[in-house]
């Protein structure tokens, strides 16, 4: 049997199986054991996935297997206590958050069961799920952490993990929630009144962690070591393994400026990502201030990639060296110290397995733990049984004797009991029935509220309106516009874009959350969106012939960002020490649009052109091709036109025809490793340039305003919910 102070925390990742195993002694932990399996072949090299998608699953389990079997040949794992991260094919489960109204504890799991429902993109019974409750006293609302993984590959992945292991997990959880319980720990975050950031860049994804006291958020984004292997196998035409070799010595490398410039655009989409995550927890968490970042995963090992995230972020960035409460001594030191930047995970699962976690949530099937506990209590049964055997033979006298006095007893019983469980199936019935009236009557609700949308964009137009001087509003007002000097007064709002969301609230209303991208011009800043557009919304909030009531508008006055309009009409953001446009050096993404950024067909966005700044064109947080070194994206280049700008080529016998420090026309010399031919594809297939819409040299803003609609009419099995807190 398991020694109950010992657990080992198996990660299985894409480049390697990481496992530690840990020892409880008292309130600390210590390290009894470690190892590293890397696999024959990384999982997502593309070789794998020639065969397609059959093929690729049978030669990444084949590839797993000899990785397990060989952690189980060097270590002794049966009878021990084995957590692992969950890490199957293309599947890493799920993770939501979802604000909670100040409620009992008791009362929270049914609140959870219907955001569960909302959150999670599969029907609730095939996936197995779990949650977390962050509370604190300082705040009355209660968050919750949903996360959940589907049914049928989790089984697959455990059959595999337990066959190759030699040993079923006793739990089974997902890494992001591993990291943030290592560092609870190791770090004492949760006594600490300062947050935390968490950035693990792995090979195929990146996980990124906000601890702030007892709480924690967390988002993963399809973005990790691999796209910077990609970028340099595009690049120089290598084979997958040899460019990330390649990738590994670039420090070294005679062509670090080459290999450097072709990661240049995952450089600008890592850093587009986190920093969209970051300004979005912040604009849902008033007040906090995030200072620092802990960066983890073999990837931060790209010379200057730790400096470069810190400037574009503006934060201190630490690269994880060594654990604060845990620590290996002897000859081995020098191995763990080598690897230590990738055993967060497993730290924090073998933590679960000592039920150290700050967050323990285990989406074992609940068949595999019953299984567990009755296989734990067997010889307990075997002990029990043969005492009842003995009890029994010494009490058959006295039982036979009293059987015919308690017959009628034992009838009774049998008949409350059936009538018993006649009574729970008759509620039963009666609760699903209300539950089936409530969807079928928000069904037919849907139906009716069709004429919601066309009152919907009759509103935007008419609030947008409202943002526009009389003579912008006219048939002819382009001539006017471009007449315009740069200092003009006059107002012009123009709708970028108009989404909403449907839910329903806490107390079964039903509400659109809308939000407007607006592009705007005029002497007032900070007030005009606020004084013109939602002052159109709240004045026209109730009206009888509308299907809603416009309610919670919210001009968001700290997400508008400063663009420059260039002398081709393209906009180009200001680079200002303002925390509203980016800060000064920084990258500036539009209005901190956490869905996308304010990119739009017919113009680019071009972020952070002062010193140390970085011009992110496109759609943000999305990767441009990198096959053809001749294609850029549409609005900008990574490093800007200032001095400084982050990974440079500037080297005029390595770029030629760049213009200014940090061109992206980066050519290599002749005869190393150079295409024979090259396509521009601005010549065959120009895109034509947005039109000019605003006066050369003025300064336009773009920003979100933002409302919700309440609907008329409200959901019974939501209601019934509110009215029980």
């Known amino acids: 049997m398991a020694k109950l102070n010992t657990a080992w925390g198996i990660e299985i990742g894409q480049y390697a199986v990481k496992a530690i195993q840990l020892e409880r002694v008292g309130d600390e932990v210590r390290v009894r054991d470690f190892a590293v399996i890397p696999h024959v072949q990384v999982l997502t090299d593309p070789e794998i996935s020639a065969d397609g998608d059959q093929g690729a699953a049978a030669k990444l389990a084949a590839i797993l297997e000899m990785s397990l079997a060989a952690l189980a040949t060097q270590k002794q794992l049966t009878g021990q206590k084995v957590v692992v991260n969950y890490n199957w094919m293309q599947s890493r489960g799920f993770a939501r958050f979802a604000k909670l109204p100040a409620v009992s504890p008791r009362e929270i799991p049914n609140l959870v069961r219907y955001e569960v429902d909302q959150q999670i993109p599969f029907p609730i019974d095939d996936i197995e799920w779990g949650f977390h409750a962050f509370q604190s006293p300082e705040s009355p ?16 992945f455990l059959a595999l993990v337990g066959e190759k292991l030699g040993v079923e997990p006793t739990a089974v959880t997902l890494a992001p929630i591993a990291l943030y319980n290592a560092f609870a720990f190791d770090r004492g975050i949760p006594e600490k009144n300062e947050p935390f950031v968490l950035l693990d860049i792995g090979t195929s994804s990146t996980d990124l962690i906000v601890a702030y006291g007892s709480r924690c958020w967390m988002r993963t984004f399809p973005l990790g070591g691999d796209n910077f292997t990609e970028a340099i196998a595009a690049e120089f035409k290598f084979p997958y393994r040899q460019s990330d070799a390649l990738k590994q010595e670039s420090a070294t490398s005679k062509y670090a400026k080459q290999i450097m410039t072709a990661m240049r655009p995952v450089f600008g989409d890592l ?137 009628d007893v034992v009838a009774v019983n049998a008949a409350q009991a059936e009538v018993s469980s006649a009574k729970n199936f008759q509620t039963q019935l009666t609760s699903k029935a209300a539950d089936i009236g409530s969807l079928s009557k928000n069904m037919v609700q849907l139906v009716e509220d069709r004429e919601v949308w066309p009152f919907l964009v009759h509103d935007a137009v008419g609030a947008v309106a409202a943002g526009n001087s009389a003579d912008a509003l006219g048939d002819d007002f382009s001539a006017l516009i471009k007449a315009a000097p740069a200092g003009s007064t006059r107002m012009q709002t123009r709708l970028r874009d108009l989404s909403g969301v449907y839910k329903l609230n806490s107390k079964g209303e039903r509400v659109i959350e809308v939000s407007m991208d607006l592009e705007f011009s005029g002497p007032d800043r900070e007030n005009q969106l606020g004084n013109t557009v939602c002052k159109w919304l709240e004045d026209n909030a109730r009206r009888d012939a509308a299907p809603y009531e416009i309610v919670n508008v919210q001009s968001n006055n700290s997400m508008i960002a400063n663009l420059k309009v260039g002398a081709d009409g393209v906009l180009i953001a200001e680079a200002s020490g303002d925390s509203s ?60 036109a200032g001095a400084g700008g982050g990974f440079n080529a500037d080297d005029p016998t390595l770029n030629e025809g760049a213009t200014g420090a940090g061109g992206s026309n980066f050519q290599r010399p002749s005869g190393e490793q150079q295409s024979q031919s090259t396509v521009d594809l601005d010549k065959i297939a120009p895109i034509p340039a947005r039109p000019g819409v605003y006066p050369p040299g003025s300064t336009v803003y773009v920003g ?16 019934a919910a509110a009215e029980g807190q």
């Open 141 to 156: 609302e209660v968050e919750v952490g949903l996360f959940a993984v589907q049914k049928e590959p989790l089984a697959e």
């Open 581 to 640: 446009s980016g800060g000064a050096g920084g990258t500036t993404t539009a209005a901190a649009d956490e869905a996308q950024g304010f990119n739009r067909p017919g113009g680019s966005f071009s972020a952070g052109g002062g010193a140390g700044g970085s011009n992110f064109g496109g759609v943000a947080g999305r990767r441009a091709p990198t096959g053809n070194t001749a294609v850029q994206r549409p609005g900008g280049r990574l490093g800007g």
């Open 271 to 407: 850093i587009g990502d986190v920093q969209k995550s970051l300004q979005f927890y912040e604009s849902q968490n008033r007040g906090v201030k995030l200072r620092n970042v802990i960066g983890m995963g073999s990837t931060l090992k790209i010379p200057g990639l730790r400096k470069f995230i810190g400037m574009q972020l503006n934060l201190e960035v630490e690269r994880l060296d060594h654990f604060e409460r845990i620590a290996v001594e002897g000859p081995a030191s020098a191995d763990f110290a080598q690897h230590i930047v990738g055993f967060g995970v497993a730290y924090g699962l073998a933590l679960q397995g000592l039920d150290m976690a700050a967050v323990n949530v285990n989406l074992l099937p609940l068949a595999n733990v019953r299984q567990q506990l009755w296989s734990r209590k067997t010889r307990w049964f075997a002990a029990a049984a043969a005492v009842a055997c003995a009890a029994g033979a010494l009490m058959f006298t006295r039982s036979v004797l009293d059987n015919g006095a308690l017959g």
């Open 704 to 719: 979100k305003v933002t409302f919700e609609v309440k609907l008329k009419g409200v959901v019974p099995a939501a209601a």
